[in-house]
């Protein structure tokens, strides 16, 4: 098993440009999430997903979007880059909520200039 | 809401030092409480984990006790080790919920 994978691993924007993060599990999980982690911060919760079909905002949703038309993917897009979106944004999946862990992926380091 | 509040770093000792890392929450309900381990330039990782009260989760030489009366989950460890430099999260999830909430985190640099 692969487990969570992302890419890219790193991506430079421009300020206005925009982007798809993608994530992908093998793992058969229906619960997927987005993170971002600002440098000496948590995570903060983007989107998530209970299944396909099904997506629901997190704490921090302004400027994203999410679908989930497979079980496996779930791609996260930036419409218009702005600098506050620097970050690194992480995917993680679970099998059940409340007390199955979560997997993460790599992370992809994203620099909008 | 829920919160989870983690002492502050960064923490530096010496390699065989016992460690502490404090972690309390507020949660609304009885929620499930993590210790996630991130290595630099990787992904989180679950390093232990408690679902009810008096629990003890416990995994390579750490351990977490989930006290309810006192709403804390503090990662100890009684030796360290340089391999074990790394951020550290505490984190809960309520049973019902589809969230987790995470600390702040806690940078621990473990020297030789």
């Known amino acids: 098993n692969a487990g969570v994978t992302q890419t890219p691993k790193f991506r430079i924007l421009k300020i206005g440009q925009s982007m798809t993060l993608q994530c992908a599990q093998d793992?058969?999980?229906?619960?997927m999430y987005w993170y971002r982690q600002d440098p000496g911060m948590g995570l903060k919760l983007i989107y998530y997903?209970?299944?396909?079909?099904?997506?629901d905002k997190g704490e921090v949703p302004n400027g994203y979007n999410v679908s989930r038309s497979t079980t496996e993917d779930f791609p996260l897009r930036l419409e218009l880059a702005a600098p506050s979106q620097t970050s690194v944004y992480f995917c993680?999946?679970?099998?059940?909520?409340?007390?199955?862990?979560?997997?993460f992926g790599p992370g992809t380091r994203l620099t909008v200039l | 809401g829920n919160s989870v509040t983690q002492m502050e770093g960064p923490v530096t000792l010496s390699e065989e030092a016992f460690l502490t890392i404090n972690c309390t929450y507020t949660?609304?309900?009885?929620?499930?409480l993590f210790w996630y381990v991130q290595y630099p330039g990787e992904g989180l990782q679950l390093l232990l984990k408690?679902?009810?009260?008096?629990d003890k989760g416990s995994n390579k030489g750490f351990e977490a006790t989930y006290r309810k009366e006192t709403t804390s989950f503090h990662l100890e460890k009684g030796s360290v080790q340089v391999s074990d430099s790394a951020v550290y999260f505490c984190?809960?999830?309520?049973?019902?919920?589809?969230?987790?909430?995470f600390g702040e985190g806690t940078q621990l640099t473990v020297n030789p």
């Open positions: 997903s209970v299944g396909a079909g099904i997506t």
């Open positions: 408690a679902t009810k009260a008096d």
């Open positions: 793992m058969n999980h229906n619960y």
């Open positions: 984190a809960l999830e309520e049973t019902s919920g589809s969230r987790l909430t």
């Open positions: 993680a999946s679970s099998r059940r909520t409340g007390i199955d862990e979560q997997f």
């Open positions: 949660a609304t309900g009885y929620p499930s």
